[in-house]
């Protein structure tokens, strides 16, 4: 057991207390990680807050680490925050890989002047949650960069039992923001090739109601290309709480997650926990070799679904490799909070 006697805080950003919206992913991430600690004896704790006046108002001498997801917060803020609190241990934590910053121009020159506010002080440090991305800043910027990796909770001790599609509707779910690095268009494509080669009717579901990064167009034109087929049902599902996104999951046959890049994806861990295979790239390292197909090739992503639906091992083999990325993971975070 680890017991620092202090505390960990995990901070996200609250878009819902002002922007009327719910962007749960980073709170979803922070309370899985902040379980799995908990778990193992860190007094972790996940605080939603609105800005950085928020954050410093809230800290106090118990609190030993303080880990704020990803890049958003002013670095003249970060700079005043570290100096009032020496003692205590900062990260910005980074939840996306390298490729994916390309959507985020203002994250990106964070992340250059977090690096700075580390070279300048002792107890701020850059991190991210993709051993790829802190080691491309390593050999980038000659910066460190702490990998803090998203934990999952598996409550089980075992997958899920499950059974196979056996006919009737199919139900194969790609879901997540509407952004073009997602691949959506591929998985929906694939989707399309399983049902017809299957001869099944689809129920492809998708996320709506929340589109980011240049991704407006993306249902758009996965609604032109499924209209019009008798034999499939496109289901746009809103945004949803994490407990009822589970559920939606947890209804499905085969998920799609494709990714162009990615540094863990929630998603693919969500169907893990329930049972449901996902066919995704070599983005998403932690998932099962067998479950991978290349992103831009719809028909080996439409030849790895099929095999999943027929393999009554998948969700066990899934079960298994997150449980193997957590295990890792909790030394990195050992690593971390025992300095």
């Not at 985020?104 to 991190?127: C, P, Q």
């Not at 960069?145 to 499950?162: G, I, Q, S, T």
């Not at 969500?270 to 479950?291: K, M, N, R």
């Amino acid at each position: 057991m680890l017991n620092t006697g202090r505390r960990l805080i995990l901070a996200y950003k609250n878009f819902a207390a002002n922007r009327n919206i719910s962007h749960i992913g980073l709170g979803v991430a922070a309370m899985n990680t902040a379980k799995s600690l908990r778990k193992i004896g860190v007094a972790a704790e996940v605080w939603p807050i609105v800005n950085a006046a928020e954050l410093r108002s809230r800290l106090d001498s118990t609190i030993s680490h303080v880990v704020v997801s990803a890049p958003w917060i002013p670095s003249a803020d970060w700079q005043q925050i570290v100096a009032a609190f020496p003692d205590t241990r900062f990260a910005v934590n980074c939840h996306s890989n390298v490729g994916f910053l390309q959507a985020d121009t203002n994250g990106v020159k964070l992340v250059r002047e977090a690096m700075e506010i580390e070279r300048s002080t002792w107890n701020f440090h850059v991190a991210g949650n993709s051993r790829k991305f802190c080691r491309w800043v390593r050999d980038a910027y000659s910066v460190a960069c702490a990998y803090l990796p998203n934990l999952y909770c598996l409550d089980a001790v075992a997958a899920p039992k499950r059974p196979l599609y056996q006919g009737g509707a199919l139900r194969i779910g790609a879901f997540g923001a509407t952004r073009p690095l997602k691949n959506f268009m591929s998985a929906a494509a694939a989707a399309l090739e399983i049902a017809a080669r299957m001869r099944a009717d689809l129920e492809l579901w998708v996320s709506s109601g929340r589109t980011e990064g240049g991704g407006a167009g993306v249902l758009d034109a996965v609604r032109a290309m499924t209209s019009g087929l008798a034999y499939v049902k496109l289901v746009e599902g809103g945004w949803q709480s994490w407990p009822k996104f589970r559920a939606t999951v947890a209804n499905m046959h085969l998920l799609l997650q494709p990714s162009y890049t990615e540094s863990f994806n929630m998603v693919t861990a969500d169907g893990v926990a329930e049972g449901v295979p996902s066919v995704v790239s070599d983005a998403i390292d932690w998932a099962p070799d067998h479950w991978k197909a290349h992103a831009d090739d719809v028909t080996d992503i439409a030849r790895v679904g099929r095999s999943l639906l027929g393999d009554s091992y998948a969700a066990e083999d899934g079960f298994e490799a997150l449980t193997l990325h957590n295990t890792a993971g909790l030394d990195a975070w050992r690593s971390f909070l025992a300095a």
